[in-house]
């Protein structure tokens, strides 16, 4: 006991105090920050993005589409396209991922996510997931991973993940879904007790990501079931994750 009490003293506290407040790295690419005005419409830009997330006239960045990778902002000469370190990603439509000019990491934050009252009343204190990987390559699902470990520790704020989809409140998806996962993760929706919600976390899982074209997958459950909440990233952070599920469950309007 004299040694748990020691360690605890030498250790002290190591989870962030204040999750949804948390400084994040610089270096991080969070939401984009884009500048018509700089823009040339020459496309090129648009044509090295491995997803398809850019386009032009106007310029917008499609976060369920973006892999964060960089490559638009170091490429283009005149400095139209940049990301903030913002890591507050999620949102509870796909067309709310579209970013322009105009959206700020304030009005971003304020639209993105707007709580339901019964996923209030049902959800806010505890929430429970049966994550699967439809197919994922085990970037998102190692942040996810991450999310629980001593330095973020979700548990606190109910969010938890659970062996079983009966015992889940709803369900995360990482991945592209691939043709030989489809029938397992509709075959775990089904098993999950009602009422239960979806959450696409990564971007292969909410357009497919660079396997967008692939004739290997199998996303008609994307398009066969309410999906309740988009997390974007390659792989999502898991602050973005957290702040994502506690805005989905707690934030008031």
Same mark, same amino acid.
């Given at each position: 006991?004299?040694?748990?009490? *020691?360690?605890?003293?030498?250790? *002290?506290?190591? $989870?962030?105090?204040?999750?949804?407040?948390?400084?994040?790295?610089?270096? $991080?690419?969070?939401?984009?920050?884009?500048?018509?005005?700089?823009?040339?419409?020459?496309?090129?830009?648009?044509?090295?993005?491995?997803?398809?997330?850019?386009? &032009?006239?106007?310029?917008?960045?499609?976060?369920? %589409?973006?892999?964060?990778?960089?490559?638009?902002?170091?490429?283009?000469?005149? =400095?139209?396209?940049? $990301?903030?370190? @913002?890591?507050?990603?999620?949102?509870?439509?796909?067309?709310?991922?579209?970013?322009?000019?105009?959206?700020?990491?304030?009005?971003? =934050?304020?639209?993105?996510?707007? &709580?339901? %009252?019964?996923? @209030?009343?049902?959800?806010?204190?505890?929430?429970?997931?049966?994550?699967?990987?439809?197919?994922?390559?085990?970037?998102?699902?190692?942040?996810?991973?991450?999310?629980?470990?001593?330095?973020?520790?979700?548990?606190?704020?109910?969010?938890? $993940? &659970?062996?079983? /989809?009966? =015992? /889940?409140?709803?369900?995360?998806?990482?991945?592209?879904?691939?043709?030989?996962?489809? @029938?397992?993760?509709?075959?775990?929706?089904?098993?999950?007790?009602?009422?239960?919600? &979806?959450?696409?976390?990564?971007?292969?899982?909410?357009?497919?990501?660079?396997?967008?074209?692939?004739?290997?997958?199998?996303?008609?459950?994307?398009?066969? @079931?309410?999906?309740?909440?988009?997390?974007?990233?390659?792989?999502? =952070?898991?602050?973005?994750?957290?702040?994502?599920?506690?805005?989905?469950?707690?934030? *008031?309007?």
């Amino acid at each position: 006991m004299f040694d748990t009490l *020691k360690m605890k003293l030498w250790q *002290k506290n190591q $989870f962030i105090p204040d999750i949804q407040n948390a400084p994040m790295r610089t270096a $991080f690419r969070g939401l984009p920050k884009l500048d018509n005005s700089k823009c040339n419409n020459c496309g090129e830009c648009a044509k090295i993005c491995p997803t398809g997330a850019l386009n &032009v006239n106007p310029l917008s960045i499609d976060l369920g %589409k973006c892999t964060l990778c960089g490559k638009c902002k170091r490429f283009c000469e005149n =400095h139209a396209i940049d $990301f903030t370190n @913002y890591y507050k990603l999620g949102a509870d439509k796909r067309e709310k991922l579209i970013i322009t000019e105009e959206i700020t990491p304030e009005e971003y =934050h304020k639209k993105a996510i707007e &709580v339901r %009252k019964e996923i @209030y009343s049902i959800f806010n204190r505890s929430i429970k997931f049966r994550q699967v990987s439809a197919g994922g390559c085990n970037g998102c699902e190692m942040e996810l991973n991450a999310a629980g470990n001593a330095n973020f520790d979700m548990g606190r704020f109910g969010i938890d $993940f &659970v062996a079983s /989809a009966r =015992h /889940a409140d709803g369900i995360v998806v990482t991945g592209p879904i691939s043709k030989n996962m489809a @029938y397992a993760l509709e075959d775990c929706y089904k098993s999950c007790p009602d009422p239960k919600v &979806v959450v696409l976390c990564g971007a292969c899982a909410i357009s497919g990501g660079i396997f967008q074209d692939s004739q290997e997958l199998n996303r008609e459950f994307i398009d066969k @079931y309410k999906i309740d909440l988009y997390i974007p990233g390659c792989p999502t =952070h898991p602050l973005t994750f957290i702040n994502a599920i506690l805005d989905f469950i707690r934030k *008031k309007a």
